[in-house]
């Protein structure tokens, strides 16, 4: 198992500091959300049925004729590699969510992590071109029109291109869900982080139908829960509502941002939902910051954190002061 953000219980254990005291800022999860709908109680007793209005919803927000919901998109990302014959060059554009490289690699692919600049020279010997997009953990966007480019040279010789937008829905305008019908295009999107529900597990896959159907089939019957789609299904047509959070965390990222550089944290690197900071010192800061509760996000090789956003007034006043009084 690769290591992940949000293992509270484990950093509890590890500082003796009781689980209900940690501010967890090691996440790119949403700290807040909705006030949920109810379920009924057929949700729970009945099997999951597909017209009950979870992809016509889903459809419309992601604005795409074809998708398939799936147990986050984490499920899709470990099933897709067996979908292509194995030994296939696998192009990542690297550093990115780990569980890419480890998925194409576990199914017998040859990964190649390549730089942003590597991908033009590299293209025309990939089978597969894999993106995240915005990254995790940088932050850095790749224009839709690049992308498209990539797609067009990959698609000419059965190549995919795999683009994972799982924190996508403050930037809209970037993604390439609307060209998804092209095909070998294939978009990932996670519903659990802009949404502030991890814990439903539920993510989509935006694909020309024949993909979305190889998929199906390998993943089953029944991969999201009948309460999951009940729940889903309202927050996805509710259009206030994510244009209010959407807002909202726009406004806390850029407030992140601007707190971080103000104690020499300055991040090279973010979305609205996190920041990358370097620093020479991160592992010690990481340990700093967790021997006070908060726990924030290490990438020990590289020497940076990744630092997510607070759920209250509360939670940044108590950032703010540890950053006053980290050691400099
Ligand atoms: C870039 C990226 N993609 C996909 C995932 C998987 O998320 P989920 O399975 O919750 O949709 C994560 C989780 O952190 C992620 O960071």
Redesign the pocket.
């Known amino acids: 198992m690769l290591d992940?953000g949000g293992r509270l219980r484990e950093a509890a254990q590890r500082y003796g500091i009781p689980l209900t005291d940690w501010l967890d800022l090691s996440t790119?999860i949403a700290p807040y959300g909705w006030p949920l709908p109810p379920v009924p109680d057929s949700a729970w007793l009945r099997l999951p049925e597909l017209d009950d209005g979870l992809e016509a919803a889903a459809r419309d927000y992601y604005g795409v004729p074809a998708l398939l919901p799936v147990a986050?998109?984490?499920a899709a990302?470990q099933a897709l590699p067996r979908l292509r014959r194995q030994g296939r060059r696998v192009g990542i554009v690297s550093p990115a969510?780990a569980e890419h490289a480890e998925a194409w690699r576990r199914e017998g692919h040859q990964v190649i992590e390549l730089s942003e600049g590597a991908v033009e020279r590299s293209l025309d010997r990939l089978d597969v071109l894999l993106v995240?997009n915005p990254n995790?953990p940088t932050g850095r966007l790749i224009e839709r029109e690049r992308l498209l480019d990539w797609h067009a040279r990959l698609a000419t010789r059965d190549g995919w291109l795999v683009v994972?937008e799982?924190?996508m829905d403050c930037t809209p305008e970037h993604s390439l869900g609307a060209d998804s019908g092209l095909p070998r295009l294939v978009v990932l999107r996670?519903?659990?982080k802009f949404f502030g529900m991890?814990g439903i597990?539920l993510?989509f896959v935006l694909a020309e139908p024949e993909i979305l159907e190889r998929l199906n089939e390998l993943l089953g019957p029944w991969t999201v829960s009948g309460p999951a789609r009940v729940v889903a299904k309202a927050l996805l047509n509710d259009v206030d509502g994510q244009r209010q959070q959407r807002e909202r965390l726009r406004a806390d990222g850029l407030r992140l941002a601007l707190l971080l550089s103000a104690y020499g944290l300055a991040p090279a690197g973010g979305t609205a939902l996190f920041q990358l900071a370097p620093h020479q010192q991160a592992v010690g800061l990481h340990g700093y910051f967790a021997r006070r509760g908060i726990l924030l996000r290490l990438f020990a090789e590289t020497r940076c954190l990744r630092i997510g956003l607070p759920g209250d007034e509360a939670g940044w006043q108590r950032l703010e002061q540890a950053l006053q009084e980290m050691p400099r």
Request: hydrophobic content about 35%.
């Open positions: 992940h790119g986050g998109s984490q990302i969510y995240v995790n994972d799982a924190f996670s519903f659990g991890a597990r993510g």
